[in-house]
């Protein structure tokens, strides 16, 4: 009969023993999404502020586009400042490609510090 309740104890103990790494397991995988979402939460953040920059400074090649459309007296300075706005256009454009791949690769670094449990920098 006593080595009924062995068995007994060792059944709990291992049940226990199970349940809590179930719960651990359960905790970790809840802080890591949690983590994940709030590293996303932010890098969007940050975009939507370059984003905003990014308006202001299409505003500003437009209007100096208009202006200068405006003001001009023959083909040539209408070709010019068309020439001049896409050249301001592909350079914008190229800068915001290189924002993008920042934000890429913050993220994924990021989400290699969670995946490591390598404490954020």
């Known amino acids: 009969m006593s080595d009924f309740h062995i068995h007994d104890d060792d059944a709990s103990r291992l049940?226990?023993?199970?349940?809590?790494r179930?719960?651990?397991?359960?905790?970790?995988?809840?802080?890591f999404s949690l983590e994940l979402q709030r590293a996303m939460i932010e890098e969007?953040?940050?975009?939507?502020g370059e984003i905003l920059e990014r308006m202001h400074v299409e505003i500003e090649i437009t209007s100096e586009l208009v202006a200068r459309v405006a003001s001009a007296h023959s083909i040539r300075e209408l070709?010019?400042?068309?020439?001049?706005?896409t050249q301001h256009q592909a350079e914008?454009?190229?800068?915001?490609?290189?924002l993008l791949m920042k934000h890429g690769q913050r993220l994924?670094?990021?989400?290699?510090?969670l995946l490591t449990g390598t404490a954020p920098t």
Request: charged share 25%; proline share 0%.
């Open 22 to 31: 179930l719960t651990d397991s359960g905790r970790n995988a809840l802080q």
């Open 79 to 85: 070709a010019t400042a068309y020439n001049d706005c």
């Open 44 to 48: 969007m953040a940050r975009a939507s």
């Open 108 to 113: 994924c670094d990021r989400t290699s510090r």
């Open 15 to 20: 049940a226990a023993e199970n349940a809590r």
């Open 92 to 98: 914008a454009f190229r800068i915001d490609s290189q």
